[in-house]
């Protein structure tokens, strides 16, 4: 994320920068988030752009508007501490295996990084992911709040519990972070290559949507099968292979593995578009600070 003559920024600056990138960008698909994963974890209801239109409308119509961001606060809980740690994990991950250090190109590593730093933040942040997929896909009588969502899940089944769907959710983080960060870094490195500089914002977003869109086509099937261990769709004692077989035969590829897709290519590349751009920014306002 930063120029090749950079020294690494500091950890307490990336923290805050992911920090922030994290939460802008959450914030702004925050119901198109909830309206995915609505469809994701149903087996039955079918999936069209317009029907995720129609679910927004209704949600908006039967609730309110801040229906639509109902588990946002378990998001924001979560993608604070998830992009703080991911962008931070980079950073250092980047720097421990010179990632394109001295105008030397390490695409392979660059791919590498991307996918430690997301593992890393995954592992750390998992339970909270899993408050935020039930809280999505519940009412207020089932759960009331995130902490609820919590201790009545704890209850249940315990920390393994909270954990359930991890095993497809690592699996998936390799090509989709690795496909992200190793897109978004390329062409940032082509482009100052061309240009001499990184400093155009609006090429920033464009790259970012890029490797947003590219990363989330990658492991979608993953995403499906990781929503629905989390929401107790899929039976208890079902490995990842299994329930996406499960999931494909039932309800096809394009209606199961795939579905929500579409969303997803509206919603991905503009959080990670937004992602990116705004921890550089961020970035760039510390270093200004600091002169």
Do not use: C
């Not at 730093?117 to 408050?131: I, S």
């Not at 997803?264 to 306002?285: D, H, R």
């Amino acid at each position: 994320m930063k120029e090749q003559n950079d020294k690494t920024p500091g950890v307490a600056v990336t923290l805050w920068s992911g920090a922030i990138a994290g939460a802008v960008a959450k914030t702004t698909i925050a119901p198109l988030d909830r309206t995915k994963i609505y469809f994701q974890v149903s087996s039955t209801r079918g999936y069209s752009f317009r029907s995720a239109l129609k679910f927004i409308k209704l949600t908006y119509k039967e609730h309110g508007f801040f229906a639509l961001y109902r588990g946002n606060s378990a998001t924001m809980a979560r993608v604070i501490p998830y992009a703080s740690i991911q962008f931070t994990a980079f950073e250092q991950y980047k720097t421990l295996l010179k990632v394109d250090e001295n105008g030397t190109r390490t695409p392979i590593r660059r791919y590498i990084v991307g996918s430690l730093a997301a593992g890393t933040a995954t592992m750390m942040t998992y339970p909270l992911d899993t408050a935020k997929a039930r809280l999505s896909v519940s009412s207020k009588l089932q759960y009331s709040s995130l902490t609820s969502v919590f201790v009545k899940t704890y209850k249940e089944g315990g920390i393994r519990l909270l954990y359930r769907g991890i095993y497809p959710t690592m699996i998936g983080v390799v090509p989709y972070a690795g496909s992200s960060f190793f897109t978004y870094e390329t062409l940032k490195i082509v482009y100052r290559d061309r240009f001499g500089t990184t400093e155009n914002s609006g090429f920033r977003m464009l790259f970012g949507m890029l490797a947003g869109l590219i990363g989330q086509t990658s492991s979608y099937p993953l995403d499906i099968v990781r929503r629905r261990m989390q929401t107790g769709r899929i039976p208890n004692g079902w490995s990842p292979f299994r329930a996406m077989m499960h999931v494909y035969h039932t309800e096809g590829l394009k209606r199961g593995l795939y579905k929500g897709l579409s969303m997803n290519w509206v919603k991905g590349p503009i959080a990670v578009g937004v992602s990116f751009t705004t921890y550089e920014k961020i970035l760039e306002l510390f270093h200004r600070f600091e002169r």
